[in-house]
């Protein structure tokens, strides 16, 4: 029974943190997609709107200057939750024997290596 529940809240866990990741690379894919669309947008407008030479390389450091800010957001949003993880992760420990540290750290572990290789893998297919 003890072993079953040291089971059942690691893999309760993975599952979630696998939710995040999915959820994650999801994120991440479609908003490249978008990207995409929005430089479409963005040029569609320069053309409808008839913006000058001067007017769309204005037009190109406002938004520049949008994605250097919206990037900056992401990374703060990136380090708060990696905090709640460490939070989350130390909070769970708190509550585990000693034999269960064990498996739970194990499990930790596996997971961080899988993320790390999912992340190599998903910047090696980037652009």
């Known amino acids: ?11 309760l866990v993975v599952v979630f ?5 999915s959820g994650t690379v999801y ?3 479609a908003n490249h997609s978008v990207e995409q ?8 407008l320069a053309q409808q709107v008839d913006l000058s030479a001067d007017q769309k390389q204005k037009l190109d450091v406002i938004l520049e200057e949008s994605r250097k800010r919206m990037v900056d957001i992401n990374r703060s949003l ?19 024997t000693p ?13 961080d290596r899988e ?13």
């Open 27 to 29: 994120d991440s894919m």
């Open 99 to 111: 034999d269960q540290l064990g498996t739970f750290d194990k499990l930790l572990e596996d997971y």
């Open 37 to 44: 669309k929005k430089r479409v947008r963005i040029s569609d």
């Open 78 to 96: 990136r380090a708060d939750v990696k905090k709640i993880w460490q939070e989350t992760r130390q909070q769970i420990r708190a509550i585990m």
């Open 115 to 127: 993320k790390k290789e999912r992340e190599l893998q998903m910047h090696k297919n980037k652009p």
């Open 1 to 11: 029974m003890f072993i079953r529940r040291i089971h059942l809240i690691g893999f």
């Open 17 to 21: 943190l696998a939710g995040v990741v």
